[in-house]
């Protein structure tokens, strides 16, 4: 019997199908309400309007949770996976919200956003990535690794050029750390720089250190979901 409606409700049938282009559909009707009523001056009837659509949002929503839980095999472990998570938050704040103040519901209301993962379960490209990330897992890792030996390097280099010049800047290896990830992401916020001559130009060097770091996993992984993409071709 669940397996039946399962398959019928999210499975391979037409209306399995129907079902999840209206699910998509809905979260983008739900940001654009969630955004829409952020806008000033609205009208008495408009936000009355905007309520219903979120009422209506709600009530879809929360009965697709409903019917993946009743319909799971393993319902307690559909509530702690990971879709069964991101189904759950996407309800959630609009049942907290109701018993909170309105300063509170304003910070509840930012949880809306979290609506959007929704779309990962319906996106067979997120298997293709998660594939991809897989196929290059040891590389990714042995580069993170190389990469936290480069910011400490940098952070013992700038910390050794700039400490005597800006000591409250530059007042321990950990303090130049924020320099340090913020230079080698290529970011530059521009609170922490170096004044003195070596330390402007170790700076140099990490910035163009910093633009390999930024490409060289991107290739990686650019170049595996390519190869995941032509495998699903073939």
Same mark, same amino acid.
């Given at each position: 019997?669940?397996?039946?409606?399962?398959?019928?409700?999210?499975?391979?049938?037409?209306?399995?199908?129907?079902?999840?282009?209206?699910?998509?559909?809905?979260? +983008?009707? #739900? $940001? @654009?309400? *969630? &955004?829409?009523?952020? %806008?000033?001056? /609205?009208?008495?009837?408009?936000?009355?309007?905007?309520?219903?659509?979120? +009422?209506? #949002? $709600? @009530?879809? *929503? &929360?009965?697709?949770? %409903?019917?993946? /839980?009743?319909?799971?095999?393993?319902?307690?472990?559909?509530?702690?996976?990971?879709?069964?998570?991101?189904?759950?938050?996407?309800?959630?704040?609009?049942?907290?919200?109701?018993?909170?103040?309105?300063?509170?519901?304003?910070?509840?209301?930012?949880?809306?956003?979290?609506?959007?993962?929704?779309?990962?379960?319906?996106?067979?490209?997120?298997?293709?990535?998660?594939?991809?990330?897989?196929?290059?897992?040891?590389?990714?890792?042995?580069?993170?690794?190389?990469?936290?030996?480069?910011?400490?390097?940098?952070?013992?280099?700038?910390?050794?050029?700039?400490?005597?010049?800006?000591?409250?800047?530059?007042?321990?290896?950990?303090?130049?750390?924020?320099?340090?990830?913020?230079?080698?992401?290529?970011?530059?916020?521009?609170?922490?720089?170096?004044?003195?001559?070596?330390?402007?130009?170790?700076?140099?060097?990490?910035?163009?250190?910093?633009?390999?770091?930024?490409?060289?996993?991107?290739?990686?992984?650019?170049?595996?979901?390519?190869?995941?993409?032509?495998?699903?071709?073939?």
């Amino acid at each position: 019997m669940r397996y039946k409606l399962n398959n019928f409700l999210f499975g391979n049938s037409n209306f399995a199908s129907f079902f999840e282009k209206s699910i998509q559909v809905l979260i +983008l009707i #739900s $940001i @654009l309400n *969630f &955004s829409v009523q952020t %806008l000033p001056n /609205l009208s008495v009837r408009l936000i009355e309007v905007l309520n219903i659509v979120e +009422l209506f #949002s $709600i @009530l879809i *929503f &929360s009965l697709e949770y %409903l019917l993946r /839980l009743f319909t799971s095999p393993k319902p307690f472990r559909f509530i702690f996976s990971f879709f069964g998570l991101i189904d759950l938050i996407a309800i959630l704040p609009f049942y907290i919200s109701m018993g909170m103040d309105l300063k509170s519901l304003r910070a509840v209301r930012l949880f809306r956003l979290l609506r959007l993962l929704k779309f990962l379960r319906y996106q067979d490209t997120l298997a293709k990535l998660k594939q991809s990330f897989d196929d290059v897992k040891r590389e990714l890792f042995l580069f993170s690794f190389a990469t936290l030996l480069l910011i400490y390097f940098s952070s013992v280099g700038i910390y050794f050029f700039e400490n005597e010049a800006q000591p409250e800047a530059f007042s321990s290896i950990f303090a130049a750390m924020w320099w340090s990830v913020a230079t080698l992401t290529t970011v530059g916020y521009g609170d922490i720089y170096p004044i003195t001559a070596g330390g402007k130009i170790f700076s140099t060097f990490i910035v163009f250190i910093g633009l390999g770091l930024v490409a060289i996993p991107t290739g990686i992984v650019a170049s595996s979901l390519t190869k995941a993409l032509m495998k699903s071709k073939d």
